[in-house]
C-alpha cells in the first residue's frame, strides 16, 4: 500500500504545528527576548533574499511570479521585523523596576 504524496506531507505540516505550538507557549518569559531578537535577525536575511528575488528579472518585466512573491516576502519580514521589536519592547518594559511617585 502506496501513501499519497500530498497526505504524507500534509501530515507532517499538521505535526509541526503542534510540536510549534507546544515548544513556543513553553518558552519562559525570561527566554521570550533573546528569541525575538534571533527571529529578527532571520527575518532581516530573508528580506536580503526577498529583495534580490523582487528585483530579478530576465527581459525587464516587473510582474513576474518571482517578483511578486518577493515583494510579498519584503512585507511579511518587514511585518514580523517591527512587530517584534515591538514585542521586545513590551517585554523589557515588563522587567524595569517601577517608579515610585514622591510626593
Known amino acids: 500500500m502506496e501513501i ?5 506531507r500534509l501530515s507532517i505540516f499538521i505535526l509541526s504545528i503542534f510540536i510549534g505550538y507546544y515548544v513556543v507557549w513553553s518558552v519562559t518569559p525570561s ?3 533573546p528569541l525575538m531578537s534571533v527571529t529578527n535577525a532571520i527575518s532581516s536575511v530573508i528580506i536580503v533574499g526577498a529583495i534580490i528575488a523582487a528585483l530579478a528579472s530576465s527581459q525587464g518585466k516587473i510582474f513576474e511570479t518571482a517578483n511578486i512573491f518577493g515583494y510579498l516576502a519584503i512585507v511579511l519580514a518587514a511585518v ?3 512587530g517584534g521589536f515591538l514585542v521586545t519592547q513590551r517585554m523589557l518594559a515588563m522587567y524595569k523596576k517601577k517608579k515610585k511617585d514622591k510626593k
Do not use: K
Open 31 to 33: 527566554l521570550h527576548t
Open 80 to 82: 514580523n521585523i517591527f
Open 4 to 8: 499519497d504524496p500530498f497526505i504524507f
